[in-house]
Each structure stands twice: as C-alpha cells, then as structure tokens.
C-alpha cells in the first residue's frame, strides 16, 4: 500500500457522467428543459425553485430520478479497489444530499459532504464550490493526515478549492481546468486513475 490514505471525489462530472444528478431528477419531473436554464444561469438563488419541486414530488420520486443518471467508466471499480488497499472515499459535491447520500453508499464513501433540504420546510442547508477546500482540510485534521496523504479528483473550477487542498489534484472530467500543479486526465477511466493513484 502507498502514502495514500485519503481520495476526495467531486460526484456530477467526476464519478458520475452526461447528466447532472439535477438534470436526473428534473427529467423524472418533467422539468428537464427548465432545468438546463437553470444549471445555465448558475445562480445559487435558483436552488429554492428545484425544493420546491423536491418537496412537492416527495423523496421517493425524487430518488426515483437518480436512476437516470450515469456513472463513470469504472467507478464501482475505482472505488472497490481503493477500499481493498485501505483508501478512505470521500465525495465532496454542491449538489442535494439525497443523491450524495445515496452514492456515497453505493460507492463505499466514509465521509461526505452535501446542500441538505429539509423535505417539511423546504429550508436549504447550502454547500457551495468555496466550501470544498476548507471542508476538506477539516477532514484531513479530524484524520490526522497531512496533505501528500489525500488525493482530490474533480471536473470543473467549482473543484479548484477542493483539488488545491489535497497534496495531489486531478482533473478527470470532459473538460479540464487550467489550475497549476493539477493533473489533467480529461474523461479518465476512474479504475485506470485509482490504480495510477496508488502507484504514487
């Protein structure tokens, strides 16, 4: 086993592919184009508009449109292999708890973090990109680990704070970003990057 104690996913992009966990839901809501304006328009204030329809539809419906959307090639695999030799999983995501929770189980994650919605009120507990880093960096003290010990992988500059946390940063979704010193494995195979991972 390598120096590798700790592997910090971002889940829409990164362990997942093609649509969003959102774009998943709005499409088993009907509301999949309104949706596409949204993601488009990147306004944090317009996440009341998507609880409201959660609470509305309810949480059964709503997971139920989980189910459309995609892993990446080789997650289940990645993230098993990781496991195997020790690794903790973390998904770090902006996204709704309800899918961040659902695959942190499916991909064996011992730590996550999440926008949380209470599905009475509809009141938003927001995760926003500028949380991830220092979120991060409260897990790795609670871990007793040190950077050159955690391994962060996202897709887009939401990721940045999370990738410059992490002794290593990797970029591994469609498009990657220009950041300094992170590695750049456009569309990456996420068992092909978790055995390059830990080679280190």
């Not at 209470?118 to 007793?144: A, C, T, V, Y």
């Not at 940063?169 to 300094?180: E, K, L, Q, R, S």
Request: charged share 25%; net charge negative.
């Amino acid at each position: 086993m390598g120096r590798i104690k700790l592997v910090a996913f971002d889940l829409d992009g990164t362990l997942l592919r093609g649509d969003t966990v959102c774009l998943g839901i709005a499409k088993e809501l009907g509301r999949y184009e309104r949706m596409r304006e949204i993601e488009a328009a990147n306004d944090p204030g317009l996440r009341s508009e998507m609880a409201d329809w959660y609470v509305a539809a309810g949480r059964d419906r709503v997971t139920h449109g989980l189910e459309n959307v995609a892993l990446a090639p080789g997650a289940e695999e990645g993230c098993r292999l990781l496991r195997e030799h020790g690794v903790t999983i973390a998904i770090v995501s902006v996204t709704w708890s309800i899918a961040v929770e659902k695959f942190a189980r499916q991909f064996g994650a011992a730590h996550h973090a999440a926008t949380g919605l209470d599905w009475e009120s509809g009141d938003i507990d927001h995760f926003f990109g500028r949380n991830k880093g220092p979120w991060l960096q409260r897990l790795m003290e609670q871990l007793n680990l040190v950077s050159n010990q955690v391994v962060a992988v996202g897709d887009t500059m939401n990721d940045e704070g999370l990738l410059q946390a992490a002794g290593l940063g990797i970029c591994a979704g469609p498009g990657c970003m220009n950041v300094d010193q992170v590695l750049q494995r456009p569309n990456a195979n996420i068992l092909d990057l978790t055995k390059e991972i830990l080679e280190r």
